[in-house]
């Protein structure tokens, strides 16, 4: 089955806004990752990643998945003006929010070494990214700062999905609403 990635989609304006900027960054360099009416690619907060247990199912991974969900209710998220970060990655951060901490924390506790494994911890910032860039650093940049309008980001669902190049999200394999 391959690398999982469980996130959150992030809502319609902000996807929007992932399409828009993506696409402004490749006027100006290629990125590897695309956002676009063709992209298999979803826009996303990463809550946790690993490879599927080979003693597990996916379907005990998807019922724990969706239980632990009902248990957040949807989640209202600031994001920063958007960066490039050490790897080339373009990336507005998320500001710290408790409601999300505590879903990653129950979904770690809960799921890594029982549903999914992992061969490296993740310790970066939560994060949307827009981006991934080789080139024009200092162009895209001019860009970035000149972004005026950054949306709330507004999550509802969480999603299963397979991890792709870059850390992307490609296909959603199972989704559930967080609970209303």
Same mark, same amino acid.
């Given at each position: 089955?391959?690398?999982?990635?469980?996130?959150?989609?992030?809502?319609?304006?902000?996807?929007?806004?992932?399409?828009?900027?993506?696409?402004?960054?490749?006027?100006?360099?290629?990125?590897?990752?695309?956002?676009?009416?063709?992209?298999?690619?979803?826009? &996303?907060? /990463? +809550?946790?990643?690993?490879?599927?247990?080979?003693? #597990?199912?996916?379907?005990? *991974?998807?019922? %724990?998945?969706?239980?632990?969900?009902?248990?957040?209710?949807?989640?209202?998220?600031?994001?920063?003006?958007?960066?490039?970060?050490?790897?080339?990655?373009?990336?507005?951060?998320?500001?710290?929010?408790?409601?999300?901490?505590?879903?990653?924390?129950?979904?770690?506790?809960?799921?890594?070494?029982?549903?999914?494994?992992?061969?490296?911890?993740?310790?970066?910032?939560? &994060?949307? /990214? +827009?981006?991934?860039?080789?080139?024009?650093?200092? #162009?895209?940049?001019?860009? *970035?700062?000149? %972004?005026?309008?950054?949306?709330?980001?507004?999550?509802?669902?969480?999603?299963?999905?397979?991890?792709?190049?870059?850390?992307?999200?490609?296909?959603?394999?199972?989704?559930?609403?967080?609970?209303?």
């Amino acid at each position: 089955m391959g690398r999982l990635k469980i996130h959150l989609p992030v809502d319609e304006q902000t996807v929007q806004f992932c399409r828009r900027v993506n696409a402004e960054i490749q006027k100006i360099t290629a990125s590897t990752i695309v956002f676009d009416d063709t992209s298999l690619m979803i826009p &996303h907060i /990463t +809550l946790v990643l690993g490879e599927l247990v080979p003693t #597990q199912t996916f379907d005990g *991974l998807a019922k %724990l998945t969706q239980a632990l969900a009902q248990q957040a209710k949807p989640l209202t998220l600031k994001i920063s003006q958007p960066y490039i970060d050490s790897r080339s990655f373009v990336v507005c951060a998320i500001q710290e929010n408790p409601a999300l901490t505590a879903l990653k924390t129950s979904l770690r506790e809960n799921i890594m070494g029982v549903y999914l494994t992992t061969h490296v911890p993740r310790t970066d910032v939560e &994060h949307v /990214t +827009l981006a991934h860039i080789d080139a024009q650093h200092k #162009q895209v940049k001019a860009y *970035l700062n000149s %972004l005026q309008e950054l949306p709330e980001v507004v999550c509802t669902r969480i999603e299963i999905s397979h991890n792709g190049p870059k850390g992307t999200c490609i296909d959603s394999l199972f989704t559930t609403n967080l609970s209303i």
